[in-house]
């Protein structure tokens, strides 16, 4: 039985490595022995405990509580603790999944210690390097030894920079499985409310006072249209109170930070996704509701060319010209993105098994 240790850290994680577990656990040849190790990069219960709750994730073997900090405390925490427990669990793989500074700071603890490393979500790229999360893909694929990739663009960015195809796999995506796993317990809002839900957090649009106006701005010409529903990021909503801008936001309905399972009911009963964030463009796409990017570039290209993706960057005019094409039905309402179907997890788990 080949022994594994499943790691995660931050919210974005969680609903990645549940159905990995589930594939495991369901698997008939009981192929792998696993330690599930979380290392407490988010450590509310908002931000982790209630997806462990919801996704039926077991209790983690063990939690390294790194808690809060600089990005390069947070990772060297992350790689003290973590060394120190892998040297007493003689490993044959470390799976990690996802960009965050776990991930990173784990697949550099177990390069160093000769331990094969997966990587599930491998070759995204957004080319900005002023993203964490991009220095931490970059690095995490070229310690991988295996590398689990999300879609078709994902295989060709790996041989472009030079990676073994045989390390390379195209399986789908993981967090499409979760979604198809919670869809049951979604309900439908019968109210025919048309809904914009609203998540901004990257600093490039909330950190300046003059970007963050230039969003407000650009959320007060969807709600023309749209009652706007806004799960407000703390970052966010301190930046909005320091700069003086709560008046802007008072007639929108404002939302604490939420479970995926709540969180997913809003966005299954919506009309359209105004984000800067990463995994809602995939589960938009899924789930054929318009989404517009505020970023100028983004790390699953598929969602825009085949899925319902409009990447807009937090500018006004691009915004308008999205809202038109979604008002007047002039995008892919019928998007169908391979492996994006709920089964990526058992994939991973069957080529595991078949690979030294």
């Known amino acids: 039985m080949k022994k594994i240790a499943i790691i995660a850290g931050a919210r974005p994680n969680f609903m990645k490595i549940a159905p990995i577990i589930r594939a495991i656990e369901k698997d008939k040849d009981k192929f792998f022995e696993y330690k599930l190790i979380h290392t407490g990069q988010h450590y509310d219960k908002n931000m982790s405990d209630i997806f462990f709750e919801e996704l039926n994730i077991p209790k983690p073997d063990i939690n390294l509580g790194v808690g809060s900090g600089s990005q390069s405390k947070q990772v060297a925490e992350i790689m003290i603790k973590l060394e120190e427990y892998l040297l007493d669990y003689k490993l044959d793989y470390v799976l990690v999944v996802g960009d965050v500074n776990s991930t990173m700071a784990a697949s550099i603890v177990a390069s160093k210690l000769g331990i094969k490393l997966i990587h599930v979500e491998a070759g995204l790229r957004s080319y900005d390097r002023a993203m964490p999360e991009e220095i931490n893909r970059i690095i995490t694929d070229h310690l991988s030894d295996y590398l689990f990739v999300t879609d078709k663009v994902g295989m060709a960015i790996l041989k472009k920079e030079g990676i073994d195809k045989s390390k390379c796999f195209f399986v789908g995506n993981v967090m499409i499985d979760s979604l198809v796993s919670i869809l049951p317990k979604l309900k439908k809002d019968n109210t025919n409310i048309k809904s914009a839900i609203v998540t901004i957090h990257r600093p490039s649009n909330v ?42 936001i008072k007639n929108y309905d404002l939302k604490e930070p939420m479970g995926y399972i709540e969180f997913m009911n809003l966005v299954y009963n919506s009309s359209l996704i105004v984000t800067d964030s990463g995994g809602i463009q995939e589960e938009t796409s899924y789930l054929k509701i318009p989404c517009i990017t505020l970023r100028y570039n983004t790390e699953r290209p598929e969602t825009v060319t085949e899925g319902t993706n409009f990447l807009t960057g937090p500018v006004k005019e691009e915004v308008i010209t999205a809202l038109n094409k979604v008002k007047s039905g002039n995008y892919n309402k019928n998007p169908k993105i391979k492996f994006w179907d709920g089964k990526s997890a058992k994939r991973i788990i069957k080529i595991l098994k078949n690979i030294n």
């Open 207 to 248: 950190d300046n006072k003059e970007d963050l106006i230039k969003i407000l701005d650009i959320l007060k010409e969807v709600s023309k249209d749209y009652k706007i529903i806004w799960p407000i990021h703390p970052r966010t909503k301190k930046n909005i109170e320091n700069f003086g801008l709560l008046d802007e």
